[in-house]
Protein backbone atom coordinates (compact mmCIF):
# COMPACT_ATOMS: atom_id res chain seq x y z
CA UNK A 1 0.00 0.00 0.00
CA UNK A 2 1.70 3.64 -0.95
CA UNK A 3 1.74 5.89 1.82
CA UNK A 4 1.20 9.25 1.77
CA UNK A 5 2.81 11.85 4.20
CA UNK A 6 1.64 15.65 3.82
CA UNK A 7 5.12 17.66 4.09
CA UNK A 8 6.02 18.21 8.12
CA UNK A 9 5.99 22.10 9.30
CA UNK A 10 9.78 21.04 10.77
CA UNK A 11 11.05 20.62 7.56
CA UNK A 12 10.89 24.29 6.78
CA UNK A 13 13.40 25.42 8.85
CA UNK A 14 15.59 22.73 7.15
CA UNK A 15 17.02 24.61 3.96
CA UNK A 16 17.26 27.56 5.85
CA UNK A 17 19.40 26.56 8.62
CA UNK A 18 21.56 24.06 7.20
CA UNK A 19 22.26 24.02 3.77
CA UNK A 20 20.15 21.14 3.01
CA UNK A 21 16.93 20.32 1.11
CA UNK A 22 13.71 18.94 2.40
CA UNK A 23 12.49 15.80 0.86
CA UNK A 24 9.14 16.67 -0.22
CA UNK A 25 6.79 13.99 -1.41
CA UNK A 26 4.47 16.00 -3.78
CA UNK A 27 2.19 15.04 -6.93
CA UNK A 28 4.71 17.34 -9.05
CA UNK A 29 7.73 15.84 -7.53
CA UNK A 30 6.33 12.18 -8.52
CA UNK A 31 7.09 10.15 -11.38
CA UNK A 32 4.03 8.31 -13.02
CA UNK A 33 4.64 4.58 -13.61
CA UNK A 34 3.84 4.90 -17.25
CA UNK A 35 7.38 7.18 -17.43
CA UNK A 36 9.09 4.86 -14.95
CA UNK A 37 8.38 1.72 -17.42
CA UNK A 38 8.64 3.16 -20.69
CA UNK A 39 12.46 4.48 -19.19
CA UNK A 40 13.03 0.83 -17.49
CA UNK A 41 12.67 -0.78 -21.16
CA UNK A 42 14.25 1.64 -23.14
CA UNK A 43 17.48 0.81 -20.96
CA UNK A 44 20.38 0.05 -23.05
CA UNK A 45 21.07 -3.68 -22.40
CA UNK A 46 16.94 -3.90 -23.27
CA UNK A 47 17.68 -1.76 -27.20
CA UNK A 48 14.14 -0.64 -26.35
CA UNK A 49 12.69 -4.16 -26.22
CA UNK A 50 8.99 -5.08 -23.91
CA UNK A 51 10.17 -9.00 -24.13
CA UNK A 52 14.27 -8.23 -23.39
CA UNK A 53 12.70 -6.14 -20.56
CA UNK A 54 10.14 -8.39 -19.43
CA UNK A 55 12.32 -11.40 -19.14
CA UNK A 56 15.04 -9.64 -17.44
CA UNK A 57 12.44 -8.66 -14.77
CA UNK A 58 10.84 -12.37 -15.03
CA UNK A 59 14.63 -13.64 -14.22
CA UNK A 60 15.55 -11.22 -11.52
CA UNK A 61 11.81 -12.06 -9.58
CA UNK A 62 12.49 -15.90 -10.09
CA UNK A 63 15.61 -15.30 -8.74
CA UNK A 64 15.12 -13.75 -5.50
CA UNK A 65 12.11 -16.12 -5.18
CA UNK A 66 14.48 -19.16 -4.85
CA UNK A 67 16.99 -17.31 -2.72
CA UNK A 68 14.16 -16.57 -0.27
CA UNK A 69 13.06 -19.91 -0.34
CA UNK A 70 16.80 -21.65 0.13
CA UNK A 71 16.34 -19.09 3.61
CA UNK A 72 13.54 -20.37 4.64
CA UNK A 73 14.55 -23.98 4.55
CA UNK A 74 17.88 -23.64 5.90
CA UNK A 75 17.01 -21.35 8.89
CA UNK A 76 20.45 -20.86 10.36
CA UNK A 77 22.13 -17.91 11.58
CA UNK A 78 22.58 -15.28 9.03
CA UNK A 79 25.57 -13.61 11.11
CA UNK A 80 28.60 -15.91 11.04
CA UNK A 81 31.00 -14.60 13.72
CA UNK A 82 31.56 -11.01 15.23
CA UNK A 83 34.91 -10.11 16.56
CA UNK A 84 34.80 -7.24 18.68
CA UNK A 85 37.80 -4.07 17.51
CA UNK A 86 40.10 -1.48 19.48
CA UNK A 87 36.88 1.32 19.59
CA UNK A 88 34.69 1.66 22.33
CA UNK A 89 30.87 0.83 21.04
CA UNK A 90 29.27 0.26 25.01
CA UNK A 91 27.42 3.85 25.13
CA UNK A 92 28.91 5.15 22.08
CA UNK A 93 26.55 8.29 20.63
CA UNK A 94 27.59 8.10 17.52
CA UNK A 95 27.82 5.14 15.32
CA UNK A 96 27.85 3.86 11.54
CA UNK A 97 27.05 0.90 10.34
CA UNK A 98 29.22 -0.06 7.18
CA UNK A 99 28.20 -2.80 4.80
CA UNK A 100 31.26 -4.09 2.43
CA UNK A 101 31.09 -6.45 -0.20
CA UNK A 102 33.56 -8.22 -2.75
CA UNK A 103 33.12 -11.56 -5.29
CA UNK A 104 36.52 -12.64 -3.19
CA UNK A 105 37.57 -12.92 0.09
CA UNK A 106 39.30 -9.53 0.19
CA UNK A 107 38.83 -5.53 1.45
CA UNK A 108 40.43 -2.95 -0.54
CA UNK A 109 42.44 -0.12 0.89
CA UNK A 110 39.69 2.01 -0.45
CA UNK A 111 37.28 0.54 1.93
CA UNK A 112 39.44 1.06 4.95
CA UNK A 113 39.79 4.85 3.78
CA UNK A 114 36.20 5.00 3.82
CA UNK A 115 35.71 3.65 7.21
CA UNK A 116 38.92 6.24 8.23
CA UNK A 117 36.82 8.57 7.02
CA UNK A 118 33.70 7.77 9.06
CA UNK A 119 35.68 7.38 12.24
CA UNK A 120 37.35 11.02 11.45
CA UNK A 121 33.64 12.33 12.01
CA UNK A 122 33.33 10.81 15.01
CA UNK A 123 31.52 7.54 14.39
CA UNK A 124 32.25 4.14 16.17
CA UNK A 125 31.79 2.19 13.00
CA UNK A 126 30.60 -1.40 12.76
CA UNK A 127 32.10 -3.10 9.79
CA UNK A 128 29.90 -5.58 8.13
CA UNK A 129 31.01 -8.20 5.50
CA UNK A 130 29.09 -9.85 3.04
CA UNK A 131 31.78 -11.10 1.09
CA UNK A 132 32.64 -14.75 0.80
CA UNK A 133 35.40 -14.29 3.99
CA UNK A 134 37.50 -11.91 5.59
CA UNK A 135 41.32 -12.70 4.72
CA UNK A 136 43.35 -13.03 7.67
CA UNK A 137 45.77 -10.62 7.06
CA UNK A 138 42.73 -7.63 6.85
CA UNK A 139 41.43 -8.55 10.22
CA UNK A 140 44.15 -6.04 12.39
CA UNK A 141 43.73 -3.30 9.79
CA UNK A 142 39.84 -3.73 10.53
CA UNK A 143 39.69 -4.07 13.84
CA UNK A 144 42.18 -1.63 14.85
CA UNK A 145 39.93 0.88 12.84
CA UNK A 146 36.37 -0.67 14.16
CA UNK A 147 33.86 -1.36 17.15
CA UNK A 148 32.55 -5.06 16.18
CA UNK A 149 34.05 -7.25 12.53
CA UNK A 150 30.83 -8.84 11.41
CA UNK A 151 30.54 -11.54 9.17
CA UNK A 152 27.36 -12.20 7.61
CA UNK A 153 25.67 -13.81 4.57
CA UNK A 154 25.36 -12.08 1.58
CA UNK A 155 21.66 -12.45 1.58
CA UNK A 156 18.83 -9.70 1.79
CA UNK A 157 20.65 -6.60 0.56
CA UNK A 158 22.26 -3.75 2.61
CA UNK A 159 18.53 -3.22 4.75
CA UNK A 160 18.99 -6.69 5.67
CA UNK A 161 22.03 -6.56 7.28
CA UNK A 162 20.95 -3.39 8.80
CA UNK A 163 18.20 -5.30 10.09
CA UNK A 164 20.26 -8.15 11.62
CA UNK A 165 22.69 -6.32 13.11
CA UNK A 166 20.91 -3.66 14.81
CA UNK A 167 20.15 -5.58 17.79
CA UNK A 168 23.70 -6.25 18.61
CA UNK A 169 24.71 -2.59 18.11
CA UNK A 170 21.86 -1.57 20.38
CA UNK A 171 22.42 -4.10 23.38
CA UNK A 172 25.92 -2.36 23.20
CA UNK A 173 25.33 1.41 22.39
CA UNK A 174 21.41 1.74 23.67
CA UNK A 175 20.67 5.42 23.61
CA UNK A 176 23.14 6.67 20.05
CA UNK A 177 22.38 10.26 19.05
CA UNK A 178 23.59 9.43 15.78
CA UNK A 179 22.67 6.19 13.84
CA UNK A 180 24.78 6.67 10.04
CA UNK A 181 24.06 3.57 7.64
CA UNK A 182 26.32 3.25 4.93
CA UNK A 183 27.69 0.98 2.20
CA UNK A 184 30.64 0.52 -0.13
CA UNK A 185 28.79 1.05 -3.06
CA UNK A 186 30.54 4.57 -3.87
CA UNK A 187 34.13 5.16 -5.00
CA UNK A 188 35.96 7.82 -2.92
CA UNK A 189 36.24 9.97 -1.23
CA UNK A 190 36.75 12.55 -3.61
CA UNK A 191 36.05 15.53 -1.38
CA UNK A 192 36.19 15.70 2.56
CA UNK A 193 32.76 14.52 4.40
CA UNK A 194 32.70 17.82 6.30
CA UNK A 195 30.50 20.15 5.01
CA UNK A 196 27.76 17.62 4.28
CA UNK A 197 28.49 16.60 7.98
CA UNK A 198 28.22 19.99 9.74
CA UNK A 199 24.59 20.66 7.32
CA UNK A 200 23.14 17.99 8.80
CA UNK A 201 24.39 18.20 12.52
CA UNK A 202 23.47 21.95 12.16
CA UNK A 203 19.93 20.87 11.01
CA UNK A 204 16.79 20.02 13.70
CA UNK A 205 16.98 16.39 14.50
CA UNK A 206 15.79 13.97 11.87
CA UNK A 207 16.70 11.63 8.75
CA UNK A 208 19.01 13.21 6.43
CA UNK A 209 21.47 11.73 3.50
CA UNK A 210 23.71 12.85 0.46
CA UNK A 211 21.02 12.63 -2.16
CA UNK A 212 17.52 12.11 -3.41
CA UNK A 213 15.55 10.13 -5.83
CA UNK A 214 11.81 10.99 -7.13
CA UNK A 215 11.39 7.67 -8.05
CA UNK A 216 8.75 6.12 -7.56
CA UNK A 217 8.50 8.68 -4.89
CA UNK A 218 10.64 11.33 -3.36
CA UNK A 219 13.46 9.63 -0.65
CA UNK A 220 17.02 9.59 0.00
CA UNK A 221 19.18 7.25 -1.46
CA UNK A 222 20.53 4.55 1.30
CA UNK A 223 24.19 4.71 0.54
CA UNK A 224 24.27 7.27 3.46
CA UNK A 225 21.19 7.69 5.97
CA UNK A 226 21.85 9.49 8.71
CA UNK A 227 19.22 9.37 11.87
CA UNK A 228 19.91 12.65 14.21
CA UNK A 229 18.47 12.74 17.94
CA UNK A 230 17.58 9.80 20.10
CA UNK A 231 13.89 9.84 19.01
CA UNK A 232 14.88 9.81 14.82
CA UNK A 233 17.37 6.87 16.14
CA UNK A 234 14.59 5.03 17.55
CA UNK A 235 12.11 5.68 15.08
CA UNK A 236 14.94 4.46 11.87
CA UNK A 237 15.41 1.07 14.33
CA UNK A 238 11.81 0.50 15.14
CA UNK A 239 11.65 0.65 10.85
CA UNK A 240 14.48 -1.41 10.76
CA UNK A 241 13.73 -4.10 13.36
CA UNK A 242 10.16 -4.54 11.34
CA UNK A 243 11.71 -4.89 7.72
CA UNK A 244 10.94 -7.89 6.15
CA UNK A 245 14.36 -9.59 4.79
CA UNK A 246 14.21 -10.59 0.97
CA UNK A 247 16.78 -10.68 -1.66
CA UNK A 248 13.97 -9.00 -4.20
CA UNK A 249 16.56 -5.87 -4.89
CA UNK A 250 13.15 -3.91 -6.40
CA UNK A 251 10.85 -4.96 -3.17
CA UNK A 252 13.84 -3.95 -0.82
CA UNK A 253 14.07 -0.67 -2.36
CA UNK A 254 10.27 0.11 -2.14
CA UNK A 255 9.95 -1.05 1.10
CA UNK A 256 13.12 -0.32 2.57
CA UNK A 257 14.30 2.99 0.85
CA UNK A 258 11.47 4.23 -0.30
CA UNK A 259 9.66 3.09 2.66
CA UNK A 260 12.29 4.73 5.45
CA UNK A 261 11.68 8.18 3.99
CA UNK A 262 8.20 8.38 4.19
CA UNK A 263 7.78 6.46 7.91
CA UNK A 264 10.37 9.23 8.97
CA UNK A 265 8.12 12.05 7.73
CA UNK A 266 5.19 9.89 9.18
CA UNK A 267 6.64 9.67 12.68
CA UNK A 268 7.11 13.91 12.08
CA UNK A 269 10.65 14.14 11.45
CA UNK A 270 12.23 16.25 9.10
CA UNK A 271 13.92 14.26 6.18
CA UNK A 272 16.15 16.15 3.98
CA UNK A 273 19.19 15.93 1.56
CA UNK A 274 22.59 17.56 1.42
CA UNK A 275 22.31 17.75 -2.42
CA UNK A 276 18.89 17.93 -2.91
CA UNK A 277 17.59 16.75 -6.46
CA UNK A 278 16.61 20.41 -8.17
CA UNK A 279 19.68 21.75 -6.61
CA UNK A 280 21.52 19.06 -8.30
CA UNK A 281 19.80 19.53 -11.75
CA UNK A 282 19.90 23.20 -11.88
CA UNK A 283 23.67 23.59 -10.91
CA UNK A 284 24.36 20.60 -13.75
CA UNK A 285 22.15 21.98 -16.70
CA UNK A 286 24.15 25.38 -15.90
CA UNK A 287 27.60 23.40 -16.97
CA UNK A 288 27.16 22.80 -21.58
CA UNK A 289 28.87 19.20 -20.69
CA UNK A 290 26.15 18.51 -19.29
CA UNK A 291 23.83 19.76 -21.09
CA UNK A 292 25.61 17.79 -24.24
CA UNK A 293 25.77 14.35 -22.03
CA UNK A 294 21.68 14.80 -21.16
CA UNK A 295 20.92 15.42 -24.94
CA UNK A 296 23.06 12.64 -25.73
CA UNK A 297 21.16 9.93 -24.10
CA UNK A 298 17.86 11.55 -24.30
CA UNK A 299 18.13 12.86 -28.42
CA UNK A 300 13.98 12.96 -28.71
CA UNK A 301 13.22 14.58 -25.70
CA UNK A 302 14.98 17.95 -26.29
CA UNK A 303 13.53 17.80 -30.11
CA UNK A 304 13.07 21.55 -31.24
CA UNK A 305 15.19 23.31 -27.67
CA UNK A 306 18.10 25.26 -28.10
CA UNK A 307 21.24 23.80 -26.42
CA UNK A 308 21.29 26.74 -24.00
CA UNK A 309 17.69 26.27 -23.14
CA UNK A 310 18.01 25.43 -19.16
CA UNK A 311 14.52 26.38 -18.27
CA UNK A 312 12.77 24.17 -21.51
CA UNK A 313 15.53 20.83 -20.44
CA UNK A 314 14.45 21.40 -17.27
CA UNK A 315 10.81 20.80 -18.06
CA UNK A 316 11.54 18.05 -20.61
CA UNK A 317 13.36 15.82 -17.86
CA UNK A 318 10.10 15.29 -15.86
CA UNK A 319 9.59 13.09 -18.57
CA UNK A 320 12.15 10.38 -17.40
CA UNK A 321 13.24 9.19 -13.66
CA UNK A 322 16.83 10.27 -13.45
CA UNK A 323 19.42 9.36 -11.52
CA UNK A 324 21.82 12.09 -10.27
CA UNK A 325 24.34 10.22 -8.83
CA UNK A 326 24.80 8.69 -12.44
CA UNK A 327 23.61 11.46 -14.90
CA UNK A 328 25.11 14.02 -12.83
CA UNK A 329 28.63 12.52 -11.50
CA UNK A 330 31.25 15.26 -12.58
CA UNK A 331 29.01 18.15 -12.14
CA UNK A 332 28.23 16.86 -8.31
CA UNK A 333 31.96 16.41 -7.26
CA UNK A 334 33.33 19.73 -9.10
CA UNK A 335 30.74 22.05 -8.26
CA UNK A 336 28.93 21.14 -5.53
CA UNK A 337 31.70 19.03 -3.28
CA UNK A 338 30.01 15.75 -3.42
CA UNK A 339 32.17 13.14 -1.79
CA UNK A 340 31.75 10.25 -3.84
CA UNK A 341 31.20 8.66 -7.58
CA UNK A 342 28.83 5.14 -7.83
CA UNK A 343 31.02 2.47 -8.24
CA UNK A 344 27.96 0.74 -10.37
CA UNK A 345 28.39 3.69 -13.00
CA UNK A 346 32.66 3.59 -13.38
CA UNK A 347 32.12 -0.51 -13.45
CA UNK A 348 29.18 -1.13 -15.93
CA UNK A 349 27.63 2.49 -16.78
CA UNK A 350 23.61 0.93 -16.41
CA UNK A 351 22.40 4.40 -18.45
CA UNK A 352 24.95 4.24 -21.42
CA UNK A 353 26.59 7.56 -20.89
CA UNK A 354 28.57 8.68 -23.75
CA UNK A 355 30.88 11.43 -22.88
CA UNK A 356 34.02 10.83 -21.09
CA UNK A 357 34.17 9.01 -17.85
CA UNK A 358 37.55 10.49 -16.47
CA UNK A 359 37.21 10.56 -12.97
CA UNK A 360 41.31 10.48 -12.13
CA UNK A 361 41.31 14.20 -12.48
CA UNK A 362 38.51 15.07 -9.46
CA UNK A 363 41.52 13.19 -7.33
CA UNK A 364 42.42 15.82 -4.67
CA UNK A 365 45.27 13.74 -4.37
CA UNK A 366 47.28 11.86 -7.17
CA UNK A 367 48.28 8.57 -5.55
CA UNK A 368 43.85 8.21 -4.31
CA UNK A 369 43.59 7.25 -7.97
CA UNK A 370 45.47 3.84 -7.96
CA UNK A 371 43.94 2.71 -4.79
CA UNK A 372 40.47 3.25 -6.08
CA UNK A 373 41.60 1.51 -9.49
CA UNK A 374 42.56 -1.25 -7.35
CA UNK A 375 38.74 -0.98 -5.83
CA UNK A 376 37.44 -1.33 -9.20
CA UNK A 377 39.61 -3.99 -10.60
CA UNK A 378 38.99 -5.91 -7.40
CA UNK A 379 34.92 -5.88 -8.09
CA UNK A 380 35.68 -6.64 -11.96
CA UNK A 381 37.67 -9.24 -11.28
CA UNK A 382 40.41 -7.67 -13.61
CA UNK A 383 43.11 -5.28 -13.74
CA UNK A 384 42.59 -1.75 -14.50
CA UNK A 385 44.89 1.40 -15.44
CA UNK A 386 45.08 4.87 -15.05
CA UNK A 387 45.97 7.03 -17.97
CA UNK A 388 47.41 10.30 -16.99
CA UNK A 389 46.16 12.36 -13.93
CA UNK A 390 42.79 13.24 -15.87
CA UNK A 391 42.38 10.54 -18.07
CA UNK A 392 40.38 7.72 -18.48
CA UNK A 393 40.07 4.52 -16.71
CA UNK A 394 41.01 1.22 -18.69
CA UNK A 395 40.54 -2.16 -18.20
CA UNK A 396 43.89 -4.02 -19.01
Request: hydrophobic share 45%.
Amino acid sequence: MTMHHRFQPADDGVGLSARLSPVIDRPDRRLAFRKRLRAFIRRPRFRNSLLRAALSLLTERLRAARLDFAQRLDGGPRIRSIRPGAVPLDGARRVAIYIHYAPVPAVSRMVLAQVDAYRDQGFAVVFVSMSPGLPADALPGLEARCALVVERRNYGLDFGAWHDVLPEVLARAPRPSELLLVNDSLCGPFRTLAPAMEAMRAAPEGLYGLTENLAPAPHLQSYFLLARGERAVADMAAFLLRHRVTADKRRTIRAGEVGLSAWMRGHGHPVAAWCGYERVEATALRSPAARRRVRMLYPSLFDGLAEDDVAGMRAALRQRPLNATHLFWRELVEDLGFPFIKTDLLLRNPLGIADDLAWAGLLEAEEDAAVIAEHLALLGKGPVRIAARGGNMRRA
